[in-house]
């Protein structure tokens, strides 16, 4: 009889032991939520807004160099690029990723063998983007990225005087030729934007911002003409 006392007793101080221990910690626990849900709410949500959050530039387009005649001498053409950010890792993804791929693009190579953040399709023609679409949806590793690249007439002499581009911060720049002796007037006014971005590197619908617009570049004329360009661009 009094052995079963003493178990009641030591059993009451024990429960009791755990109880107040739960009911601390349930006051600690709600002591953080309320310093974090309420003190401290906006530090750490504008901490994990800029931790998502990204600034991006963009161009209303490059302007054309045309000769006195308007005939277009340098102009920009926009081009779509399949880049995959990641191989999947299990062969059976990885086959079935290749067989949906081979059967929009027969010649595409099997993305098994192809390091993260390849380019694996360029120029997809524009008939095939749309049926990219549940392919995407299915693999978010994969991604159809927008590419500008500066045209000119298909004369080595023209080329010469027009001079190149370089693409920075998304921009064509000029950096040689007319290409830089205009750049300002041909790139315009660069826009600027906020977009908040997923796991998988997307745009969040609705968090898109804009902060600048951009202007688009100006068109230029030349004073000489297409052949009396050519005829310039062959002397030493």
Partial sequence: MVAKKEFNAMFKKRATLLIAGAVVWALIAANYLFYFSYFNRTKYIDSGSKMAMRKGYYSAGRGRILDENGVPLAWSERFFDLLLLKAPELPKFQKMLDAKLRHIFPDIKSCSSIPSYTVIYYNIPPNKIAGLERTIHEFPDLKI????????????????????????????????????????????????????????????????HLEKKAQAGEDIILSSSCAELKDAGRKP
């Fill in 145 to 208: 990225i927008p590419r500008t690249e500066r045209v000119v007439v298909d004369y080595p002499e023209i080329k010469k005087i027009i001079g190149k581009v370089k693409m920075s911060d998304s921009l064509l720049r000029g950096i040689s030729g007319i290409e830089l002796q205009f750049d300002e007037t041909l790139t315009g006014k660069v826009g600027t934007y906020t977009v908040m971005l997923d796991r998988h590197k997307n745009f969040i619908n609705g968090t898109w």
